[in-house]
């Protein structure tokens, strides 16, 4: 017991820490989002074949909704699949506040999320070529209403409804505190469970067996990353701040770690079969990207 409640103190301790930059790092996101998210949008609906650049570059700001906007623009077919591949694989999720709690180097940041944007741009852009090629790219036309109807979601309501200032700053206080919250406790969590396992098995061998195993922790990681929750980057961002986790298995798992995108996608787009074909596809290409960062050695 006292070896349990020594590893919780130290969890608690070293978590507490972070609770203020992340609640800073938080009202900024969610101010920047409810401020310019409908201009984001905007942007995005006109992209046209240059959608898979601009939903790269805006899918890494750190704003928590916008994969979840880009696979609802999909499923009503305003923007193209390569679009929806590219936000997901450049969406930061969790991975920017949790660097910034940490005060890591920022240009260490800013080298991830640029692999992230490049990446995401290329093979976005390449899949958008070939669905034209294959005249499978889409019809070209909106598909919202059909979207709405069976959705029931009242979408052109949501413009009728115009808060006040005071309701909008406390809106975006209040969403600020609940993310706060929501990844405090998965870092809490996370620290806990981490220290027990260094404190029985020891680091140094923890490490090992992960470095002896790469090509495993590359799979894995990917496929944690894929779990629509916060919580999926906030323990891959975790381990590989805490030296756990290569800078390969690392990228494969924010690759494929889209926050609820994917989820969405699922939810709004009738056709199961795609939904897997996507989701499998973004799981391939975080993989491949993470065997070949690893096999290159390279350090981030």
Known sequence: MDFVLHVLEHSVLDTLKLVPLLFVTYLAM???EHTASARVRSV???SGKAGPVVGAVLGALPQCGFSAMAATLYAGRVVTLGTLVAVVLSTSDEMVPVFLAHQEP???LAAIMGVKVVIGMAVGLVVDVAL???HRAGDGHLHIHELCERERCHCDDDHDHDHGHGDGRWAIVRSALVHTVQVTLFILALTFVFGLVIESVGQDALAALLANHPVRAVFVSALVGLVPNCGASVAI???????VLATGPMLAGLLASGGVGLLVLWRTNADAR???LVTAFVYLVAVAVGLLVAASGILL
């Open 106 to 108: 920022l240009g260490r």
């Open 274 to 276: 795609q939904n897997a």
């Open 44 to 46: 995005v609906e006109r």
């Open 237 to 243: 961002t975790e381990l590989y701040l805490d030296g």
């Open 132 to 134: 034209r090629a294959w």
């Open 30 to 32: 969610e101010a920047i």
